[in-house]
């Protein structure tokens, strides 16, 4: 998703983790993604077809965190579900839309595949996307609460367009991811999925600002 193979590897961060976006076709998924990757909102952007992926580098504490987020269709015929979309998966975004109660229904199918396929640490963030569309609202609020407090995940209503609580959202997967990952640091299986970076490199919002300005081009 804009992401030539030299900034893949250029600038050097503690951590990589992998995580994936994952929810009905429609909802905002590719939205989300690259609003928080490159502060970018489509209004006419095409369904997913395969698998795309972005990264962001985020400070946690005293860690610099390189987040690659794999992003696939919503749309069963252009899925390019394998295990290997989940394979060292350490977080996930799962998207509905708060105006399609259908997408709402259909989270069930989605944890589902998420505790078959899925680490069983993964943080899962469980996001109701497009706040901005309050008018045509048809899942409340409360609800989408009350399911992530039952399945023991987090919660977050978002909004691509307006840019409102993106951040936080992916944010707060990625300190979480940190805060299990580190708990577990000795665990064999934690040092298989998370891939250290060697070094560090400071980043400011200035530089922040100026790698997602860089990226406004590239599709
Ligand atoms: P698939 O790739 O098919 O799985 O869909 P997706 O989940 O990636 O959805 P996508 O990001 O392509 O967005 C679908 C449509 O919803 C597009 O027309 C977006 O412009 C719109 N959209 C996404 N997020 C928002 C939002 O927060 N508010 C509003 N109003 N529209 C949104
Ligand atoms: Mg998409």
């Known amino acids: 998703m804009g ?7 250029d600038d050097e961060c503690d951590y990589l983790f992998k995580a994936v976006m994952i929810g009905d076709s429609g909802v905002g998924k590719t939205n989300l993604l690259s609003m928080f990757s490159r502060g970018e909102f489509r209004l006419d952007s095409k369904p997913t077809i395969g698998v795309e992926f972005a990264y962001r580098n985020v400070r946690v ?3 610099l965190i390189k987040a690659q987020i794999w992003d696939t269709a919503g749309q069963e015929r252009f899925r390019a579900i394998t295990s290997s979309y989940y394979r060292g998966a350490l977080g996930a975004l799962l998207v509905y839309d708060i105006t399609r109660r259908a997408t709402f229904e259909n989270l069930k199918k989605w944890l589902r595949e998420l505790r078959e396929l899925g680490d069983s640490q993964m943080v899962i963030m469980l996001v109701g996307n497009k706040s ?3 008018h045509k609202r048809n899942v409340n609020e409360e609800e989408g609460r009350m399911l992530a407090e039952q399945e023991g995940i987090f919660f977050m ?3 691509a367009f307006e840019n409102t609580n993106v951040e936080e959202a992916f944010v707060q997967m990625i300190t979480q991811i940190h805060q299990v ?6 665990d064999a299986k934690v040092t298989e999925t998370t891939a250290p970076c060697a070094g560090q490199i400071i980043l400011n919002v200035d530089e922040v600002s100026a790698t997602k300005k860089a990226g406004c081009c590239s599709q």
């Open 132 to 134: 901005d569309l309050g």
């Open 157 to 159: 209503e978002t909004s």
């Open 181 to 186: 990952t580190s708990q577990k640091s000795l």
């Open 61 to 63: 504490g005293d860690k």
């Open 3 to 9: 992401m030539t193979m030299a900034d893949a590897f």
